[in-house]
């Protein structure tokens, strides 16, 4: 059967729609009509660069990996769910068997198969299989749409609650106002922060963020001429806490830094700022060869963790915090497109604005009409 039209990654720049196979779920497994999809910064990397890292595009490959869809089909095993439920999908199916799997943190399994990474097709199509656990039924004042924005949420989740183990009243500051930096702003709030600080260089990102979720913002002043990255990202850092009142110790202290940009200078910046005894998130993926000031971690006692996608609980937790109103994503959706208009979308997302010169914080996809 091949009534299964599919958005594919050709070479860098090149892109097709194709009809595919119509895939067969397994005794475990569950056949998703896919209604919505949600196209991430990963996306548009490979379009652009035909890898990220070690992953490298080598044969064609389906885009796609923040989705939600309707149950079409289930295995003979499945009881979770059934035919016409609307369900969020977790992209990354793993071997639970090796040894990252069965100490539950299933995210770094090395046999991984992750949608819309080489060599794994991604989710914009109309039809994709997946585990049965790995979908999520959603309730019915839940849009699809927000279905597919647990995927990014479900990343917020596993860096701040997940990771930082954040508390009630404790203080955060987000580098970088995308949409996972966003998300982590959402998550710290529903989980009770006292203070939020959003940290980024365009206004425009920083007047959403102080709109959705931040309490405080900060846009870092421009470098001096001849200035070193670290000498700026600590004048940046003192700059930061004069302006706002932040203490290295106490509750004026910045008990958790979530760097969600990947930039040098943020990453810096973020070591200075961080409490004594804080804790440091790096979720955002950049140049990895940055500079930091190793006796800062030291002589502070720094917890400094790397976050990698989600896990057990994860979309769980993101899920409910959609259903219980206390994470609202239908702010961050700015575009909408048709499944035919997919180039456009991803033209639009790598210029970080549409035509009509609107910025982009999410751009939505249909699915195949």
């Given at each position: 059967m091949t009534d299964n039209p599919s958005f594919v990654l050709q070479a860098i720049d090149t892109t097709t729609y194709e009809e595919r196979v119509v895939p067969e779920p397994g005794l475990n497994e569950v056949l998703i009509e896919v209604k919505k999809t949600g196209i991430c910064g990963s996306d548009v990397h490979y379009l652009a660069h035909g890898r990220i890292g070690d992953f490298i595009l080598k044969s064609p490959m389906v885009l796609g990996h923040e989705s939600a869809g309707i149950v079409s089909k289930v295995g003979t095993n499945v009881k979770s769910v059934k035919a016409g439920d609307r369900v969020a999908m977790e992209p990354g199916a793993t071997c639970r068997q090796c040894e990252s799997c069965k100490k539950g943190k299933y995210n770094l399994c090395p046999d991984v198969r992750f949608a819309a990474t080489p060599p794994y097709d991604g989710t914009l199509a109309r039809y994709y299989v997946l585990p049965a656990d790995l979908t999520y039924p959603l309730a019915e004042h839940v849009s699809l749409e927000d279905g597919a924005m647990l995927e990014p949420l479900a990343v917020g989740v596993h860096s701040v609650s997940t990771l930082?183990?954040?508390?009630?009243?404790?203080?955060?500051?987000?580098?970088?106002?995308?949409?996972?930096?966003?998300?982590?702003?959402?998550?710290?709030?529903?989980?009770?922060?006292?203070?939020?600080?959003?940290?980024?260089?365009?206004?425009?990102?920083?007047?959403?963020?102080?709109?959705?979720?931040?309490?405080?913002?900060?846009?870092?002043?421009?470098?001096?001429?001849?200035?070193?990255?670290?000498?700026?990202?600590?004048?940046?850092?003192?700059?930061?806490?004069?302006?706002?009142?932040?203490?290295?110790?106490?509750?004026?202290?910045?008990?958790?830094?979530?760097?969600?940009?990947?930039?040098?200078?943020?990453?810096?910046?973020?070591?200075?700022?961080?409490?004594?005894?804080?804790?440091?998130?790096?979720?955002?993926?950049?140049?990895?060869?940055?500079?930091?000031?190793?006796?800062?971690?030291?002589?502070?006692?720094?917890?400094?963790?790397?976050?990698?996608?989600?896990?057990?609980?994860?979309?769980?937790?993101?899920?409910?915090?959609?259903?219980?109103?206390?994470?609202?994503?239908?702010?961050?959706?700015?575009?909408?497109?048709?499944?035919?208009?997919?180039?456009?979308?991803?033209?639009?997302?790598?210029?970080?604005?549409?035509?009509?010169?609107?910025?982009?914080?999410?751009?939505?996809?249909?699915?195949?009409e």
């Open positions: 930082a183990q954040f508390k009630t009243g404790q203080t955060v500051a987000v580098f970088g106002c995308g949409p996972v930096g966003l998300l982590c702003m959402a998550v710290a709030k529903a989980l009770g922060a006292s203070r939020i600080v959003a940290i980024d260089i365009a206004q425009p990102r920083l007047d959403f963020a102080k709109q959705y979720a931040a309490t405080d913002t900060w846009n870092p002043p421009a470098p001096s001429e001849g200035e070193t990255k670290i000498a700026y990202s600590r004048r940046n850092a003192q700059l930061l806490k004069e302006a706002l009142g932040i203490e290295d110790r106490g509750p004026k202290g910045i008990d958790l830094i979530i760097d969600a940009s990947g930039a040098e200078t943020s990453v810096q910046t973020g070591f200075y700022l961080v409490k004594i005894g804080g804790t440091f998130i790096q979720v955002g993926m950049g140049n990895p060869e940055v500079t930091i000031d190793l006796g800062m971690l030291m002589t502070k006692e720094l917890v400094y963790k790397g976050s990698f996608r989600y896990g057990p609980g994860d979309y769980e937790l993101a899920n409910s915090l959609v259903t219980h109103g206390k994470v609202d994503l239908k702010p961050l959706v700015t575009h909408r497109y048709k499944f035919t208009d997919a180039i456009a979308a991803f033209k639009a997302t790598r210029a970080g604005k549409s035509e009509d010169g609107k910025g982009v914080i999410k751009v939505i996809i249909d699915g195949p």
